[in-house]
């Protein structure tokens, strides 16, 4: 299974000797967002045979920042409540604009766990006219245990001396500071030294991915070069999934630093610049 596959794909592979489909929709933390309920909407209407993965329990409970990467304990219970084995093929799909299913992919790979994405989520699987289910299916729950980490994290420690580029997912209008932050604690701006490139122009209209040629002209247009190392930031580690798995479509394996502006643009004692990279 590619790391992104198709809904045709998708469509002719019912039964398929392992593959679990998981919605991966997750609204719940991010400011401005409209308001959504992820378990309802699953309820009413999902891919057939794909469980509601619950993003927002794979998160660090404890910390007072949003979204960061659950205890392994957490995911391990999550993952097993769900019936996922070893042998799962895990594909997920979400039902939001911020791509959530990208955040799904890279907390899983940070517990050892691949995982591939549907383009397009299930807004191309509905206007394609694909069939639904409806309702919550009890899951088989079985054991699971975590691997070694296949994704890379950074702390605000290590982003206050990396010599990684460090590019950003938010719009242009946040990154500049024009935009106030619409967490009231953050102050506006970006990371001294960052880029932008902000995750929208990585899709076409109706949500799918641009081909591989457009996603790397954007990453060298916002001035990033692939072959160096590289961390995305965002506003809460979300949305710099979508970079971090853009650039795994073009080969090369970026960090992603968890605790984003939620956590530098709230601490007194980071610099923030201002205006355009």
């Known amino acids: 299974m590619d790391d992104l596959v198709t809904t045709e794909w998708l469509a002719a592979a019912p039964g398929a000797d392992g593959l679990l489909v998981l919605d991966a929709t997750y609204t719940s933390t991010l400011p401005g967002a409209a ?13 057939p045979g794909a469980r509601f993965l619950d993003l927002d329990t794979l998160v660090d409970a ?44 890279w907390v899983l790979r940070m517990f050892g766990v691949e995982a591939a994405i549907l383009d397009g989520g299930i807004a191309k699987w509905k206007a394609e006219g694909r069939p ?12 699971f245990q975590a691997g070694a980490a296949k994704g890379k994290v950074r702390t605000l420690a290590e982003i206050k001396t990396t010599s990684e580029q460090i590019v950003d997912a938010r719009s242009m209008a946040r990154f500049t500071g024009e935009e106030p932050d619409p967490r009231p604690d953050c102050g506006s701006g970006h990371i001294p030294g960052s880029k932008s490139l902000t995750y929208s122009r990585l899709f076409n209209p ?10 790397r002209a954007e990453f060298e247009a916002a001035g990033i070069d692939l072959d160096k190392p590289l961390v995305a930031t965002c506003g809460s580690g979300i949305t710099a999934s979508v970079l971090v798995f853009a650039a795994h479509l073009l080969g090369h394996d970026a960090a992603l630093y968890d605790g984003s502006w939620s956590e530098w643009g709230a601490d007194p004692s980071t610099p923030k610049a201002m205006g355009p990279a």
């Open 206 to 215: 109706d949500r799918t991915w641009k081909p591989l040629d457009a996603i």
């Open 35 to 47: 308001k959504q309920e992820p378990r309802a909407e699953y309820a009413e209407g999902h891919i």
């Open 132 to 143: 639904l289910e409806a309702g919550i299916p009890a899951a088989s729950p079985g054991t």
């Open 62 to 105: 404890d910390d007072p920042l949003p979204s960061m990467l659950p205890p392994r304990a957490v995911f391990e219970a999550r993952m097993a409540a769900l019936g996922v084995t070893a042998d799962s093929r895990i594909l997920l799909y979400d039902n939001s604009p911020h791509h959530t299913s990208c955040r799904a992919w």
